[in-house]
């Protein structure tokens, strides 16, 4: 192949081939494995990174567990109440 005025016989960039057959070499497969084991590690530190922030980050607002806790207190002292009262008329 002739490029302006040279004759190119072989290309200057060789991927990640063998001379003999042009077959990807081990370096290859160890550079995409290295890339797939970037790819893996980064989603694994992205999912910590979101349950941190899950954890951190209610799923109810404090008024409203506040809320629920004082209900939940009401029913309780309002059953105490009525058991006190069932014991002594049946004593």
């Not at 081990?26 to 922030?53: G, M, P, T, Y």
């Not at 109810?60 to 207190?73: A, T």
Request: proline share 2%; net charge positive; glycine share 2%.
């Amino acid at each position: 192949m002739i490029t302006g005025g040279f004759n190119v016989t072989q290309c200057s960039y060789r991927d990640y081939r063998s001379d003999e057959d042009y077959n990807l070499t081990s370096q290859f497969w160890l550079v995409l494995a290295v890339r797939f084991a970037f790819v893996i590690l980064f989603e694994h530190v992205v999912v910590v990174c979101k349950f941190i922030a899950a954890w951190f980050v209610p799923n109810n607002p404090i008024r409203v567990k506040n809320d629920r806790l004082h209900d939940k207190l009401a029913r309780l002292k309002e059953e105490l109440r009525e058991r006190k009262r069932s014991k002594t008329t049946d004593v």
